[in-house]
């Protein structure tokens, strides 16, 4: 009975291990501007086998469901680094859409993400090398976004007073998406290159 008992619980603790070991990263592009690295972090630790089943085709609503209730427990039991519910859900929330989104949509993102390259390619430069802050450089892609759709868009006129009466043309999300990734990757090559110097 004891050699069984022992066999399970190692066959559960190497299932488990696996699991979080293999679990789907939360995509950067879909960080709240909040967000810290120990907060996605912890997030991660709670919901990455969740992402893995969005990204195996399960459904937003369903995966809400379980990372809802994997963040407000983790949040009551005061196992979240003192970090509060809204900052958790929000960074679970947003990987999920992200998620299920890429799943549905694959070869759309990779042609949008090809797209939105070309469009800002000097931008994604100019963070990469320190000639201008990433907040910046997401301002002028989403006005090259934004300006794909309606050449005449213009920031300083149709983005003026309250946020929901701003004049912006309509685009699918994806774009804005892969502009933040690449702005967002090309931040980190940077933070690693100063680091190693």
Sequence with gaps: MKKIKTMLLTITTITVMT??????????????DNATDESVAIAQNLIGG????????????PAWCKANNA????????????????????????????CRDMYLRPEYYAEKENTVRAL?????NAVEIGATDYKTAEKQAYTRIYQMAEPT????????GDFCYWDIPPIDSALLTQARKLLKNARSRTEQITEIQ
């Design 120 to 124: 800002i390619s000097d931008l994604i």
């Design 153 to 160: 868009f213009n920031p300083e006129t149709d983005c003026v």
């Design 50 to 61: 969740i992402l893995d089943e969005v990204q195996n085709g399960l459904g937003y609503q």
């Design 71 to 98: 963040v407000f427990a983790a949040v009551l039991a005061n196992e979240t680094g003192g970090y509060g519910y809204a900052d958790l859900a929000a960074i679970a929330r947003n990987a999920i859409l992200q």
């Design 19 to 32: 699991q979080s070991l293999f679990a789907a990263d939360i995509p950067v592009e879909s960080y709240p």
